[in-house]
């Protein structure tokens, strides 16, 4: 996870402070004419502005993380005050220049400032930016709370184990149902905050706020959706044989009364409150055999330290060619768990300054620490890179989905010879074992890839009033069965309201970037390994050590978002296009094996 201040991450509740609406309106009287310099001075003042409040806010919230306390949160809340409101005032004030025929950088600017807000308020009304606000903050208090109608609270950390750890399908159902009893009551809510914000989007120079943010991917924004779907199609059968296997275990394992056979899988049985990702039910559907390295055991053999583990990631970067990070990293993160403090131990990258990079974890000595160190390393490099180079608008990754995938790509290369080569092991194992690594990666990232695109899609149906509140659950198990083949388990109603369940929606947290994110890190991963010479199955391929693969990376990493991210993707894959399939070759041994179980079966759905 990555973690900055910067407008366009920092702002995701930008509309919650009304009253700075209603100091950014413009007067009425008549004044002349807009011009090219007045563009240009308005984006200079702009970035500096935010630079000028960009430590403040980021440190507020680095203190009221790692020193939880009354007095913290406050001050953060403070912080983030400012910058939500300088957010709307500079994203009102970049539509006055619309229409107008810029230069390219001014206009780059100038429409990051608009895009900057995720939920805008309508400018002249700022009633509707205060009750927007106030909405807002009900679904996150519903979400949070987790209180259904009647009063009752469900624990979604509870009933999450329910479905990871039972199999006893009765007590996975009702886990299910239980937390889908907390969303019903958020629909009217719901409903008012897409008039608002769609009322916003139209201030902005947007049809609706579905059009807002695909619009913020360097192509026009029906083109956007196209490409999403034209991606999905590269790796949709590979999806649909790890369905057809997974259901038909699932089959054997609970009987046709629970699973059948064919058509789409009941979403309780997966493993996860959501179906997103279905690790949880590995031991149901493992290839036979194998063999793994037990990382967690080297490390601890090895008497690694939890600051020798975050010294052995750097150590990944500096043999690429990439510059250490600077000393306050050392003294400023957070690698273990503070004594005498509460700290948020979920782990995060930070750039405070420009000489100033952290991460925020509380380190265990295991094999997944190890891999979330190296990604969260990936994030802090990156935002070293385009921070050295880049102006303030220009300080973020190339879209959305690049910081995520970065981060994932770096991960990728934690492979048996990486393992090898820094002394964890003594031997590689032969790669005719790794299916059972295969297929745990393929139930989070490949059974991810349906879900990652169906969010959004539903979102940018109710934002168009293609789906109306009395369609809003029927259309969310519609796109959910059409493109993860997964169903409700019980009948649902219009009152029902199962988009709420899922943190995103009523956190108002746009998701195609965690698509993009899982195509990308693997497309970014295969170009890296051929830059680097590597010969050989692409999920045994690690860029360690490779200077020409540094070059790349470094040359896209310091591009920063200043270009269209086609234009950062080809410097390092010279198509400057989207391409999954290099998701399927790096599953393709997983695949071979997947067409021979399904051979007889009926798959699809």
């Keep these: 996870m990555v973690t900055t201040t910067k407008l366009f991450n920092r702002l995701i509740m930008a509309t919650a402070v009304a009253t700075a609406v209603a100091g950014c309106s413009q007067p009425q009287d008549e004044t002349p004419p807009k011009t090219a310099e007045d563009a240009q001075a308005y984006v200079l003042e702009a970035e500096q502005r ?175 959706a196209a490409e999403m779907d034209r991606v999905w199609e590269q790796v949709k059968p590979l999806y649909e044989a790890l369905h057809c296997h997974v259901r038909e275990s699932l089959n054997e394992q609970y009987g046709n009364d629970v699973v059948a056979d064919n058509g789409a899988i009941p979403a309780h049985l ?39 583990m975050v010294e052995q990631a750097e150590s990944f970067f500096t043999s690429l060619g990439i510059e250490e990070l600077p000393d306050t990293f050392w003294t400023n993160s957070q690698f273990v768990k503070p004594v005498g403090r509460n700290s948020v131990c979920h782990a995060s990258a930070w750039d405070v300054t420009t000489e100033d990079y952290r991460i925020k974890m509380c380190i265990q000595v295991n094999a997944e620490d190890f891999q979330t160190i190296h990604h969260e390393l990936g994030h802090n490099y990156y935002q070293r890179a385009y921070n050295l180079t880049q102006p303030m608008l220009y300080r973020g990754s190339a879209n959305d989905g690049f910081h995520e995938a970065l981060g994932d790509t770096v991960a990728l290369s934690i492979t048996p010879s990486y393992l090898k080569a820094i002394g964890l092991i ?52 519609q796109l959910r069965e059409q493109y993860q083949g997964v169903r409700s388990p019980v009948e649902r109603s219009d009152t029902d309201f199962d988009p709420g369940a899922k943190y995103h929606i009523p956190g108002n947290t746009p998701y195609s970037r965690y698509f993009l994110a899982h195509i990308l890190q693997f497309q970014l991963h295969r170009e890296l390994c051929e830059a680097s010479g590597f010969e050989g199955p692409l999920h045994r391929c690690s860029i360690y050590d490779n200077k020409e693969a540094g070059d790349k990376l470094m040359q896209m990493m310091e591009m920063g978002q200043s270009r269209p991210w086609q234009e950062a993707l080809a410097t390092i894959d010279e198509s400057g296009q989207m391409d999954a399939t290099a998701v399927i070759e790096y599953f393709q041994p997983l695949k071979n094996w997947l067409d021979e179980q399904n051979a007889g079966r009926s798959c699809g759905w």
């Design 50 to 224: 935010i630079e000028n409040l960009y430590e403040y806010t980021a440190k507020a919230s680095w203190v009221a993380q790692t020193y939880i306390n009354e007095d913290t949160q406050y001050l953060e809340s403070l912080a983030n005050e400012q910058f939500k409101v300088l957010g709307i005032e500079l994203a009102n004030g970049a539509a006055q220049f619309n229409g107008m025929d810029l230069p390219e950088d001014t206009q780059r600017k100038l429409n990051l400032l608009r895009l900057g807000l995720t939920l805008p308020a309508p400018v002249a009304q700022p009633e509707l930016a205060a009750e927007l606000a106030s909405i807002e903050s009900r679904l996150g208090g519903m979400y949070g709370a987790g209180y259904d109608a009647e009063g009752a609270q469900h624990d979604l950390i509870a009933l999450s184990n329910t479905l990871a750890e039972s199999s006893d399908p009765d007590e996975m159902l009702q886990a299910w149902i239980d937390w889908r009893k907390v969303s019903p009551q958020m629909k009217a809510d719901y409903t008012r905050l897409v008039e608002i914000a769609n009322l916003g989007a139209q201030d902005l120079g947007f049809t609706d706020v579905g059009a807002m943010w695909r619009s913020k991917y360097d192509m026009p924004a029906d083109d956007f």
């Design 270 to 308: 997966l493993g996860n409150m959501w179906a997103q990702q279905w690790g949880n039910i590995y031991d149901s559907v493992a290839p036979e055999g194998g063999s793994s390295v037990d990382v967690t055991a080297r490390l601890v053999a090895e008497n690694y330290s939890e600051v020798q």
């Design 426 to 477: 003594e031997e590689e194992p032969d790669a005719s074992g790794d299916l059972p690594y295969l297929m745990r990666m393929a139930l989070d990232k490949v059974a991810f890839l349906p879900f990652g695109l169906m969010v959004d899609k539903w979102r940018w149906q109710v934002f168009s009033g293609e789906l109306t509140p009395e369609t809003y659950n029927e259309g969310w198990w």
